[in-house]
């Protein structure tokens, strides 16, 4: 995490406005960063999709919860029967309506 923290602190001096990086950092450099310096995280899954190859991936609902400002949701939505609804309901979750 030292790292992480130490990279995304470097970033910010360099005069980037964000990063991307892990939902289980985001609130980390946040913290070290202030509440301005964006996060985007990919990884985002519906908690019944499968994880399939990737190891660090987390749900709508922690990645609101963890100060996540843009989240990047793929297979949830392209392997979906609706994706217009499973869109929906991630927005739904994002924005504290559900």
């Known amino acids: 995490m030292d790292s992480v923290i130490r990279y995304?602190?470097?970033a910010?001096?360099?005069g980037l406005d964000g990063?991307?990086?892990s939902v289980h950092e985001a609130q980390a450099i946040h913290e070290a960063c202030g509440p301005e310096f964006l996060t985007v995280t990919p990884g985002i899954?519906?908690?019944s999709d499968s994880k399939d190859d990737q190891k660090r991936v987390a749900t709508p609902a922690l990645a609101r919860e963890r100060g996540c400002d843009y989240i990047?949701?793929?297979?949830?939505?392209t392997k979906a029967g609706n994706p217009k609804e499973v869109?929906?309901?991630i927005e739904e979750t994002m924005n504290g309506t559900v």
């Open 19 to 21: 990063v991307v990086c």
């Open 45 to 47: 899954r519906l908690a």
């Open 8 to 10: 995304a602190k470097n």
């Open 72 to 77: 990047v949701v793929g297979r949830s939505i």
């Open 87 to 89: 869109f929906e309901e």
């Open 12 to 14: 910010k001096d360099a």
